[in-house]
């Protein structure tokens, strides 16, 4: 059973530090404090950044079969700690053991697949027009990176970034999110005991993350930026990036669509957006956030989604049968609260749930009669909200669809292979499902457009973000 009130120390320079600040983890199920945790500042910062350009020099260095055998060690102990690492997930920011456990298991997918990545990181060589040169071009690691990252996935966003980051030769600081930093201590220690060389991977835990941040953005030795979280964080990294023109990925928020066509298979449909919209609660950046059906098959699939909502257990998120556990603190609830009372004001209808909350814990709520003036269609609700709207054309949805800033990920589902390319390529999103809510998979491009996002994790494109192209041209000597 884990412990975490022993997760209570930041990771720097490969030692277990203690900053004389804590600060206080809080189980949003129970409201319970469940660990007090180094609270890093700009001292912290710097040390981090002289042992990540230190540790630098050597990681790269090593060849690539070398760094996939630290990677591959480091996957086989997430995967025999899996459940100490679900607990720990669940615990501090409330989703269910199950869904941690598939997170987990998620974040063991993706060090694997990079693990074996690193060993194909090819170069190419250029025809020259000249007979005595030899144009080469090679693929070198950008550097140390610094990754901020978000509570709502605390192990697979910090694993989609170090995975592929490690592979390339980079060495790697994560600052995680102050709701959720057991987890991150947590893959810490099992970095260490992979025998994870000193500087390689560090976790600055921190209340707040501005001034950790501040001082990581303005050092030149830190060459690339990664973050994962909100959009206006995302802009303000990447006017901070500017001045030592550093690289960066930015994975931000979504308002995804739900388009159910007439042709659907509505089982299907059904079943699949329950995924969508309530795993995690709702808080994921994929999260189904407009569901559009249909006219002619809206209330038959109205009805069969109420009926399934109905059906979800809310409780205890350590318990197996549980499917949906608190929001992860009151921000999160109000925000929610405010997008259902505002579309209930505006005459929407709630199925089922609809402001019934107790603590931390938000009713599974469906929508009817909603309309696009309403803020559950116009902004991310980040919660178990579903609101249904429908429609007469495919023109008509499309144009809805895409009348968003955001452009993360798209669903939809039709039996008509037409109007499945016609669609998937109409959409301004990074990711779209088609017949499938859960597209994310280690092997496949993950990223958004416009306000969503820059860059992309996942396969061989989330390597490129931690690689520089350099190009050797050589004169043969006669
Ligand atoms: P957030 O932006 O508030 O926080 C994310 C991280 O940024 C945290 O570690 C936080 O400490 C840090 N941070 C906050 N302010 C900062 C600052 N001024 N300088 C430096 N770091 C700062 O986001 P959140 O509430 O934790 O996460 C929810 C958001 O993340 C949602 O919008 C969601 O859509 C998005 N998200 C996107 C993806 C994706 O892959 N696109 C995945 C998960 C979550």
């Not at 669940?90 to 997918?109: H, P, Q």
């Not at 007439?262 to 569901?291: H, L, P, W, Y």
């Not at 955001?406 to 779209?432: H, K, M, N, P």
Request: proline share 5%.
């Amino acid at each position: 059973m884990v412990d975490v009130q022993t997760l209570n120390k930041a990771f720097i320079a490969g030692e277990w530090v203690n900053t004389g600040n804590t600060f206080s983890v809080t189980n949003p199920a129970t409201g319970e404090v469940i660990a007090e945790v180094a609270d890093c500042g700009s001292e912290q910062a710097n040390q981090a950044i002289e042992a990540t350009a230190n540790a630098f020099q050597s990681w790269k260095s090593l060849t690539a079969y070398e760094r996939s055998a630290v990677l591959e060690k480091w996957g086989q102990l997430l995967r025999e700690h899996s459940e100490d690492v679900a607990r720990t997930i669940s615990m501090e920011m409330g989703k269910t053991i199950t869904e941690a456990r598939g997170e987990v298991n998620f974040s063991a997918l993706f060090i694997e697949w990079y693990s074996q990545e690193a060993k194909r990181i090819y170069g190419t060589t250029v025809p020259s027009q000249f007979p005595n040169k030899r144009l080469l071009v090679q693929e070198q690691p950008v550097g140390p990176v610094f990754a901020v990252t978000p509570w709502n996935f605390p192990s697979a966003m910090i694993a989609r970034k170090a995975a592929p980051a490690l592979a390339a030769g980079c060495t790697f600081v994560v600052k995680p999110a102050e709701a959720t930093p057991l987890t991150a201590l947590k893959l810490a220690q099992l970095w260490e005991k992979a025998g994870g060389p000193v500087g390689v991977f560090q976790v600055m835990t921190a209340q707040d993350p501005v001034h950790v941040s501040k001082v990581m953005m303005e050092d030149s030795r830190i060459r690339k930026v990664t973050f994962t979280g909100s959009t206006p964080v995302g802009k303000l990294l990447y006017k901070q990036a500017a001045d030592t023109i550093k690289r960066i990925s930015l994975e931000l928020g979504g308002h995804a669509p739900f388009i159910v066509f007439e042709d659907a298979d509505i089982d299907q449909a059904v079943e699949q957006t329950m995924i969508a919209k309530f795993r995690s609660i709702g808080q994921s950046c994929v999260a189904a956030n407009r569901v559009y059906v249909d006219k002619k098959i809206k209330d038959q699939f109205a009805e069969a989604y109420t009926a399934a909502t109905k059906k979800l257990i809310v409780g205890d998120p350590l318990a197996d049968e549980t499917h949906v556990g608190p929001l992860v603190n009151q921000q999160a609830v109000d925000k929610v609260d405010r997008h259902v009372r505002d579309a209930i004001e505006k005459g929407a209808e709630a199925v089922t749930g609809g402001a019934l909350k107790e603590g931390l814990f938000y009713h599974p709520t469906v929508l009817l009669n909603v309309n696009d003036d309403m803020q559950v269609v116009q902004e991310e609700t980040f919660g178990p909200v579903a609101p249904i709207l429908s429609f007469d054309s495919e023109d008509e949805v499309i144009q809805k669809a895409n009348n968003t800033p955001y452009g993360l990920a798209a669903y939809f589902w039709t039996r008509d292979l037409g109007r499945t390319y016609r669609v998937a390529e109409a959409l301004d999103y990074g990711i779209i499902g088609v017949n499938d809510g859960v597209p994310s998979t280690p092997q496949a491009p993950f990223g958004g457009v416009k306000n969503s996002g820059l860059g992309r994790e996942g396969g061989p494109w989330g390597i490129e973000e931690y690689l520089e192209t350099k190009y050797i041209s050589i004169g043969l000597p006669s």
